[in-house]
T-cell receptor, first 114, second 118 residues
């Protein structure tokens, strides 16, 4: 059974720092992995989608990597800003048997302080 | 990027009434949409997968007669909470995967609907 873990659960940093958020999963049989952010009381915004055949994706100050063999993905945020404060979620889309569904991590709550 | 719109964003109703929430994919066709429920400070809980032109697939523990799902077109899915009770109060979020029904498309979410049942 696929399990997704996000570390740390919460993070508070001063503005300008470079950050790494971690996501690990137990079953490497996946279609893709997607990173989202959620602001309080809001829906989810897609940040980056990495297909199983890809190693990384970049969008602006965000870079996400995927190491399927070790079951890990990292989301790198460069030069963090207060507007980056949100909960960051990773979701793994499995491709085998009972794992053929989206499995979510519990998220990392990020606070970037001015 | 692709947009998924959800309406209403907030609804307050009396106990015993039914509430309908709409989810639309605005610039792509979605053969499959997903309905989630989220409690405060908790992760998303998948309720059901909505399939265009066929019956929805419900997750274990989700009452299909309580949460009616209709996916009548490639751009619209609706969730109706029937005979709502205070314990149904929650944040409901829909999502849709872009691409022609494949597994590699990007998943996009609506803005969410906050339901409060008095």
């Amino acid at each position: 059974k696929q399990e997704v873990t996000q570390i740390p659960a919460a993070l508070s940093v001063p503005e300008g720092e470079n950050l790494v958020l971690n996501c690990s999963f137990t079953d490497s049989a996946i279609y893709n992995l997607q990173w989202f952010r959620q602001d309080p009381g809001k829906g989810l915004t897609s940040l980056l989608l990495i297909q199983s055949s890809q190693r990384e994706q970049t969008s602006g100050r965000l870079n996400a990597s995927l190491d399927k063999s070790s079951g890990r993905s990292t989301l790198y945020i460069a030069a963090s800003q207060p507007g980056d404060s949100a909960t960051y979620l990773c979701a793994v889309y499995g491709n085998a048997g009972n794992n053929r569904k989206l499995i979510w991590g519990l998220g990392t709550s990020l606070a970037v302080n001015p | 990027g692709a947009v998924v719109s959800q309406h209403p964003s907030r609804v307050i109703c009396k106990s015993g009434t039914s509430v309908k929430i709409e989810c639309r994919s605005l610039d792509f066709q979605a053969t499959t949409m997903f309905w989630y429920r989220q409690f405060p400070k908790q992760s998303l809980m998948l309720m059901a997968t909505s399939n265009e032109g066929s019956k929805a697939t419900y997750e274990q523990g989700v009452e299909k007669d309580k949460f009616l799902i209709n996916h009548a077109s490639l751009t619209l899915s609706t969730l109706t909470v029937t005979s709502a009770h205070p314990e149904d109060s929650s944040f409901y979020i829909c999502s849709a995967r872009s691409g022609a029904g494949g597994h590699t498309g990007e998943l996009f979410f609506g803005e969410g609907s906050r339901l409060t049942v008095l």
